[in-house]
């Protein structure tokens, strides 16, 4: 991913196998900070 500038491999990522306690963030992608997610 490219983030302001700078190529960030680590900035997106998800989970394949939930653990019950996080079962509400299913088929969701998660962003580090410095990401703006924009249409393109």
């Given at each position: ?13 998800f989970y394949?196998?939930l653990f ?8 969701h992608v ?11």
């Amino acid at each position: 991913m490219i983030a302001a500038g700078d190529t960030n491999e680590d900035a997106a990522w998800f989970y394949r196998e939930l653990f019950d306690a996080a079962k509400e963030i299913r088929e969701h992608v998660a962003f580090w900070k410095g990401v703006t997610v924009t249409e393109s």
